[in-house]
T-cell receptor, first 117, second 116 residues
Framework: DTEVTQTPKHLVMGMTNKKSLKCEQH?????MYWYKQKAKKPPELMFV???????INESVPSRFSPECPNSSLLNLHLHALQPEDSALYLC????????????????FGSGTRLTVV | AQKITQTQPGMFVQEKEAVTLDCTYD???????LFWYKQPSSGEMIFLIY??????QNATEGRYSLNFQKARKSANLVISASQLGDSAMYFC?????????????FGGGTRLMVKP
């Protein structure tokens, strides 16, 4: 299995809703990432989990709450979002979070298109 | 902080011709990795090719090759024999590594449109 699976593919939520995005990989990768991508922009890093511990938080507002229950699963809990949070949310994984630059690539999921109304 | 620059917001290429997408980067690290990804309108990020800073030969993967000029800090993607299915956004990215781990930083992207 060489895939990163994200669910749901599309999500529409109100500003008072609570929802969660899910990301799963079974490649034995020990680093997992959340990226946010606005239309016509590059992906921007939000969070990095290394060995199931949060290692990087790029000053993301607290209305986004990541969780890594185990080495295969990464969640992003959403609460009280704003319309400007509407974007494509991409999950990625890589083999070894602390390895130096080598051939260890990143595998991305297909993303969740989030619309906040 | 590292920075990736893609100077071509959009490009057209005729089907079956070759095209070069530009990427320059800025880093003070000696050891780094450069990636190219393709993103169709569906949103998925598809890995195309990787070049390590210590790799002496330019990377190649099928129709994709990376023209790596380390002294100029450029890592241009060359797509040979363009196909209609190559129409997509293309992102150059660099791996940053620090004590907290590693992450990808992306350039602004180039939208490639292949004409029949």
């Amino acid at each position: 299995d060489t895939e990163v699976t994200q669910t749901p593919k599309h999500l529409v939520m109100g500003m008072t809703n609570k929802k969660s995005l899910k990301c799963e990989q079974h490649m034995g990768h020990r680093a997992m990432y959340w990226y946010k991508q606005k239309a016509k922009k590059p992906p921007e890093l939000m969070f990095v989990y290394s060995y199931e511990k949060l290692s990087i938080n790029e000053s993301v507002p607290s209305r986004f709450s990541p969780e890594c229950p185990n080495s295969s699963l990464l969640n992003l809990h959403l609460h009280a979002l704003q319309p400007e949070d509407s974007a494509l949310y991409l999950c990625a994984s890589s083999q070894d979070p602390l390895s130096g630059p080598s051939g260890y690539g990143y595998t991305f999921g297909s993303g969740t298109r989030l619309t906040v109304v | 902080a590292q920075k990736i620059t893609q100077t071509q917001p959009g490009m057209f290429v005729q089907e079956k011709e070759a095209v070069t997408l530009d990427c320059t980067y800025d880093t003070s690290d000696q050891s780094y990795g450069l990636f190219w990804y393709k993103q169709p309108s569906s949103g998925e990020m598809i890995f195309l090719i990787y070049q390590g800073s210590y790799d002496e030969q330019n990377a190649t993967e099928g129709r994709y090759s990376l023209n790596f000029q380390k002294a100029r800090k450029s890592a241009n993607l060359v797509i040979s024999a363009s196909q209609l299915g190559d129409s997509a956004m293309y992102f150059c990215a660099m791996r940053e590594t620090n004590n907290a781990g590693n992450m990808l930083t992306f350039g602004g992207g180039t939208r490639l449109m292949v004409k029949p």
